[in-house]
């Protein structure tokens, strides 16, 4: 595991918050709901635990600005560091009790994420990282898997929610995608995704119109388990273009060729 004060800073935030979630999840019929809009939740379980990890953060470094899924962009006196939170990636799953979901948060140090956490509280499974130490789920060190060939892949993506992002346009990835690897799945939650990936779970991840606090921590999680991710057009910073493709070195960039035909 990674020992450093930052890690812990990050570790104890994710985990105070995750509690207030396992509690609502438990009650999940007694929730109040809003909508934001069409297909995009938010719950009282979302709001609370990103107003603990906004506590903890600024209190433990009161200088850093956030990117919060919720509140927004908070400025920070210090510009060259910025907190990318998501308090509950998997909203529709929480809602509709399925047990996938997670909190994250990614830290971007002059443009370069540079420590990842990732908690996914019902099976207590810790996903961390720092930039150059490598990537670890609890105790384990992360590697993508070697898979060489498309047929035997896992692939999984992510999908736009209502009046968000180009539904034919996934249609015809998907079919693409489905006519050459071993298995397409969804599974709601895009920082999982990248975990998964990361931890040789799936072999192939993307995703368009993809917000940077659902990647900043999965992306980094990523590289350090010496995987690949670009934007899913293959441009270098999927931060920027907000949407991504990620795998090992081999298949990464077959799924990019394929993403790029489909769009030609």
């Given at each position: 595991m990674?020992?450093?004060?930052?890690?812990?800073v990050m570790v104890d935030a994710v985990r105070k918050a995750a509690r207030g979630l396992k509690r609502d999840f438990g009650e999940i019929e007694n929730l109040q709901v809003s909508r934001?809009?069409?297909g995009d939740f938010v719950s009282a379980a979302d709001r609370?635990?990103?107003?603990?990890?906004?506590e903890a953060l600024m209190k433990a470094r009161p200088g850093y600005g956030l990117v919060m899924e919720e509140s927004g962009v908070i400025e920070g006196q210090d510009k060259t560091h910025t907190w990318h939170v998501d308090p509950l990636d998997g909203t529709t799953n929480f809602l509709h009790?399925?047990?996938h979901f997670c909190i994250s948060v990614g830290l971007e140090r002059e443009g370069t994420i540079v420590a990842a956490v990732i908690y996914e509280?019902?099976?207590?499974e810790l996903y961390i990282a720092e930039r150059g130490k490598g990537a670890f789920l609890n105790n384990k060190r992360l590697r993508v898997a070697g898979r060489q060939d498309l047929a035997d892949s896992l692939a999984l993506y992510g999908s736009?929610?209502?009046?968000?992002?180009s539904h034919p346009r996934l249609l015809k990835e998907l079919a693409?995608?489905?006519a050459v690897t071993g298995g397409v799945r969804q599974t709601g939650s895009a920082a999982l995704d990248l975990a998964a990936v990361a931890c040789g779970r799936a072999d192939l991840y993307w995703e368009r119109d993809i917000q940077t606090w659902d990647m900043a921590a999965g992306l980094l999680l990523v590289r350090e388990?010496?995987?690949f991710a670009s934007s899913a057009d293959g441009g270098a910073d999927p931060m920027t273009a907000r949407s991504v493709a990620c795998g090992n070195e081999v298949l990464q960039r077959e799924l990019v060729a394929i993403l790029r035909k489909v769009g030609a």
């Open positions: 990674i020992v450093s004060p930052l890690m812990t934001k809009g069409p609370k635990a990103e107003a603990t990890l906004r009790g399925v047990p509280p019902i099976k207590d736009p929610y209502l009046g968000r992002g693409a995608v489905m388990a010496g995987g």
